[in-house]
């Protein structure tokens, strides 16, 4: 039973409530939530511009506000959900949290780490396509959006 | 004369002084600096173990400073000054900053970014080997020291 509830689909719809928050503030809409033992320790959506930081992706944010939770530099017992495949910053900062597992949804032709090889640590497992579409859509409204304005 | 005062070295050596922030502070040994028209408009230190943060890198610190300065998200104009050869999530946030030229130390072979491959912006020069005795020295008194205690 809780299981069923605390299944990918149900942690990447709250990645995705992280990516709507960026999507409202005119930031390319990506989510990310850190998940430990059933619970969200960290998350973040992506603050580039308001921030004008180009550190400041949702992932880099959960880690930290994850660590910060955990009191522990290394996530080995965690999960991130992220709504777009990680860029190769993010997968570097991935590596150095040695985190368990990461669960994508919808790939980054352009800009994902994996087209690099895998640059996550060894013992993190590699998730994709959870709620791909919803993922994705976001992403081609926003940029959509971004062209007609 | 300016040339000469404000050479490679010079700010080398302001982020060897950075590094060896680090080094009293218990931190593995690295410096950055970001330069602007010769002016530091950037700088940090290694802060993994003081922050809790695998995120705390020197280079991200001094990139989300120097934006901070100018107000800008891209730092073509600029140059980033690194003890150590930058690793993969470094690298991706150079490379998110366009940066104009990144100037480091002494090479890491394990961690550097170079091993998979160039993952900066194609605009973006890099120039190595700079004082990298000295850049290298400090890392080799770390890691002696902290094997021995």
Redesign the interface.
């Known amino acids: 039973m809780l299981n069923e509830l605390f299944s990918h689909d149900f942690f990447m719809k709250m990645a995705l409530k992280e990516a709507e928050k960026a999507f409202v503030e005119n930031e390319v809409p990506v989510g990310c939530v850190v998940v430990c033992e059933n619970q969200i320790i960290g998350k973040g959506h992506n603050l580039?511009?308001k921030l004008?930081?180009?550190?400041a992706h949702a992932e880099?944010q959960a880690?930290?506000a994850a660590?910060?939770y955990l009191?522990?530099?290394?996530l080995t017992e965690c999960t991130l959900y992220v709504t777009i495949e990680p860029?190769?910053?993010?997968?570097?900062?991935i590596?150095?949290?040695q985190i368990g597992k990461v669960v994508y949804g919808a790939r980054d032709e352009k800009r994902g780490f994996t087209k690099?090889?895998n640059?996550l640590h060894p013992k993190t497992e590699i998730i994709s396509g959870i709620l791909e579409n919803e993922c994705s859509e976001l992403m081609k409204i926003f940029f959509k959006k971004l062209r007609e304005t």
Chains 1, 2 share one sequence.
């Open positions: 580039t511009e004008v930081d180009v550190t880099m880690i930290t660590s910060n009191g522990a530099k290394y860029c190769v910053m993010c997968a570097g900062a590596f150095w949290s690099m090889g640059l």
